[in-house]
C-alpha cells in the first residue's frame, strides 16, 4: 500500500517514509502522533505481569541484584537453612523505668514517702551532714577549743605595691630599659631568651676573626624585582604560551563533531545517519484550523481564514515586503515603477515582477506570484500599470510622485477591501487619542489572559498567606507611594465603606465632635437606609447623607 492510498484511508504517514531504511522498527518515531490505536495513556500505565523468576536463577539475582532492602546472600549458599537469625547473642537484661513512668510517677502515700526517708538518711552519710537546703557544716571536725571564725591560716602578705604601679611604673625610659637589660643576659642563659634580631651565641672560637665579621658572598639582586619576575616566568612557559598550539586531527574532528561551530546547525550524529540535508523526521502534525493572523486579529473561530481567505492573507503579506522593499530603496514612486519596468513600455508583467521578487530575497511561488498579478491588476489586462503599482505596491501617501511623462500630477486612487482590513490596522490607544476616558471606549474590546485585578472572584474571608491574588480589596500603586492621612494611623478605606449598626454609627460621630440628639440621628439614619440598596449603612452613605443635609440648611439661610 502506498503514500497515497494511506493518506485517503485516514492513516497518520510519515514526512520521510519511504526515503529511508527504519534500522529501529520497534522504537517509536519522534514527533507528534495522530490517533494512533493502543498508545493512549491508559494503555501507557497499564503493565502486563511479568513471569515469575525460576528459583535457579533467583539465587543469583539476589546476589547480584538483590531487591531494596533485602539482605544480599552467596548464591552458593542459597539454600542453606539461615540459623543465624535464630541465634541471639549476649544476655537479657532487666528492663529499666520507661519514660512515662519518671515522667509521671505512681502517686505514693505518706507512709511509703516517711520510708523511703528513713532509707535515704541512713544510707547517705553527707545528708545528715548537709541535708537539703542547708550548707555543710564542718565544725564537728575541728579541733577542740578552736574558733571557726577568727581563726586564720598561712602567711600574712606583704602589700609593697598596686597592681598600677607594677604596670606603670613612676620611671623614665631609659631606667627602664638599664633593669631590663640588666637581666637580659641571665634570660638567655636560662630561658634561652633572644630579642627579636638578636645574634645567637653558638659559643664558636672568635680568636682568628672578628665577632662581628660576615661571611660568604653578596647575592646581586635589585630592588625594583626584576629578577623575581624572571623567576615567576620562565622562559619555556612563555614560549609556549606565544607559540600555536599543535593538537593532533583526531582531537580537532572531535571538537568539530561534539561543539557546536560558528555559523553552522550543530549535528552531531551527521556522520552516523546517513540522510540527506533536507530530510525531516518524525510525522506530518495536522494543520491547525486557524493561523498567527487570526490570534493576533483576535478572530472568532467563525471567522478563521480558510481557503481563498488564507490566500488573501499572503497574498496581503507579500505586498506588505514590496511596500516595505519599494519605501527604502527608492526616493519616489516613479523611480521605483522604472526599476520594476525592465523594458521601459510601461507596464509590469509577470516576468519583471518575479525578477524584482528575486532581488528584493522574497522567493515567491509561480501559483502566488500569479494570484498577486490578478489581485494588482483589477481590470484583467494581464500586466500592472502605473496607477495600479502606486496603490497596491507602494506607499503612495509617504512616497513622491517623481517626473513622469504623460501622467497627470496626482494618481488616482485605488482600495479594496483587504487593503482597509489589513493595512489600515489601528491600536486602541491611537483610536482612543491615548488617552483614558477619550471619545471611543474599549470596555466592548475582547480581552486576553487573567487579569490582575480578581473582581471577578468573592474575596475569601480569611486570605491565606499564600494566596497573592489581588481580589480588588487592596491598594493600588498610588495609594502606595501616596498613602492617606487615615492609613498612616491605621484607618483604610474598608473601614469607611463597612456596613456597621446605628449605635457604633452614632459613637463614631460622636467621638469626633458631631453633636445631634438621637431624633435628628434616626432621621438622617433612615434617609441613609433609603439610599441603600442593601439597606446597610456605612461611615461614607451616613457622612454623604449629612453633608447634603448641611448643604442645604446652608442654602436655604442664605
Known amino acids: 500500500m502506498d503514500t497515497v492510498q494511506l493518506v485517503r484511508k485516514g492513516i497518520p504517514v510519515q514526512s520521510n517514509v519511504q526515503k529511508y531504511t527504519d534500522r529501529n522498527p520497534d522504537i517509536d518515531a519522534a514527533g507528534k502522533l495522530m490517533s494512533i490505536a493502543g498508545d493512549g495513556t491508559r494503555d501507557c500505565l497499564m503493565h502486563e505481569a511479568r513471569p515469575p523468576t525460576p528459583d535457579t536463577v533467583k539465587k543469583f539475582k539476589n546476589f547480584f541484584e538483590p531487591e531494596p532492602s533485602a539482605e544480599r546472600v552467596f548464591y552458593g549458599r542459597a539454600n542453606d537453612p539461615n540459623i543465624a537469625a535464630t541465634i541471639s547473642h549476649g544476655i537479657s537484661t532487666r528492663p529499666s523505668d520507661s519514660a512515662g513512668d519518671l515522667t509521671n510517677p505512681r502517686p505514693k502515700s505518706l507512709y511509703n514517702q516517711r520510708m523511703l526517708d528513713k532509707k535515704e538518711v541512713a544510707m547517705y552519710a553527707s545528708k545528715q551532714k548537709a541535708p537539703l537546703g542547708r550548707s555543710h557544716d564542718q565544725t564537728p571536725g575541728f ?9 586564720c591560716y598561712g602567711i600574712q602578705n606583704v602589700f609593697d605595691g598596686s597592681a598600677g604601679e607594677l604596670v606603670n611604673p613612676g620611671k623614665t625610659y631609659d631606667e627602664v630599659m638599664t633593669d631590663s637589660s640588666s637581666g637580659h643576659n641571665l634570660y638567655i642563659v636560662t630561658h634561652n631568651d633572644y630579642d627579636v634580631g638578636e645574634k645567637r651565641d653558638r659559643k664558636y672560637d672568635w680568636s682568628r676573626y672578628a665577632k662581628d665579621s660576615r661571611f660568604g658572598v653578596p647575592t646581586p639582586h635589585d630592588n625594583d624585582g626584576r629578577h623575581v619576575q624572571k623567576t615567576m616566568k620562565w622562559l619555556h612557559d612563555e614560549q609556549s604560551r606565544k607559540s600555536a598550539k599543535i593538537i593532533s586531527k583526531r582531537v580537532d574532528d572531535f571538537r568539530e563533531r561534539t561543539q557546536p561551530q560558528l555559523g553552522e546547525v550543530h549535528d552531531p550524529i551527521k556522520d552516523t545517519l546517513l ?3 533536507d530530510h525531516t523526521f518524525g510525522i506530518m502534525i495536522r494543520p491547525d484550523e486557524y493561523g498567527a493572523g487570526d490570534l493576533l486579529h483576535g478572530r472568532v473561530p467563525g471567522n478563521y481564514l480558510r481557503g481563498q481567505d488564507r490566500e488573501r492573507g499572503v497574498i496581503a503579506a507579500i505586498r506588505q515586503h514590496l511596500k516595505k522593499a519599494n519605501y527604502h530603496n527608492f526616493n519616489d514612486l516613479a523611480a521605483a515603477f522604472r526599476h520594476y519596468d525592465k523594458n521601459g513600455d510601461g507596464k ?22 500569479e494570484q498577486l498579478l490578478f489581485v494588482c491588476d483589477g481590470e484583467g489586462k494581464g500586466y500592472i500599470d502605473y496607477t495600479e503599482f502606486a496603490n497596491f505596491l507602494n506607499w503612495k501617501d509617504k512616497m513622491d510622485q517623481g517626473v513622469t511623462v504623460n501622467r497627470e500630477k496626482d494618481v488616482d ?22 488617552t483614558v476616558g477619550g471619545p471611543m471606549s474599549s470596555k466592548g474590546y475582547r480581552c486576553y489572559g487573567v487579569p490582575t485585578i480578581r473582581s471577578d472572584l468573592p474575596a475569601p474571608r480569611f486570605k491565606r498567606i499564600s494566596d497573592h491574588k489581588n481580589y480588588g480589596d487592596e491598594s493600588d500603586a498610588y495609594g502606595l507611594v501616596n498613602p492617606s492621612m487615615h492609613s498612616n494611623r491605621g484607618v483604610y478605606e474598608k473601614d469607611y465603606f463597612k456596613a456597621r449598626q446605628p449605635s457604633e454609627i452614632q459613637s463614631i460621630f460622636t467621638n469626633i465632635g458631631v453633636q445631634m440628639d438621637q431624633e435628628t440621628f434616626q432621621k438622617l439614619w433612615d434617609v441613609a437606609v433609603s439610599r441603600s440598596d442593601k439597606g446597610q449603612v456605612s461611615v461614607e452613605s451616613f457622612r454623604s447623607v449629612l453633608d447634603d443635609v448641611q448643604a442645604q440648611n446652608l442654602a436655604a439661610a442664605s
Open 348 to 369: 509590469i508583467d509577470i516576468n519583471e515582477l518575479r525578477a524584482c521578487c528575486v532581488q528584493f530575497n522574497l522567493p515567491i511561488e509561480p501559483e502566488l506570484l
Open 143 to 151: 579541733p577542740a577549743g578552736m574558733d571557726g571564725k577568727e581563726t
Open 275 to 277: 540522510v540527506p540535508s
Open 413 to 434: 486612487t485605488i482600495q479594496k477591501q483587504i487593503d482597509r482590513a489589513i493595512g489600515e490596522h489601528r491600536t486602541s490607544a491611537s483610536m482612543i487619542n491615548a
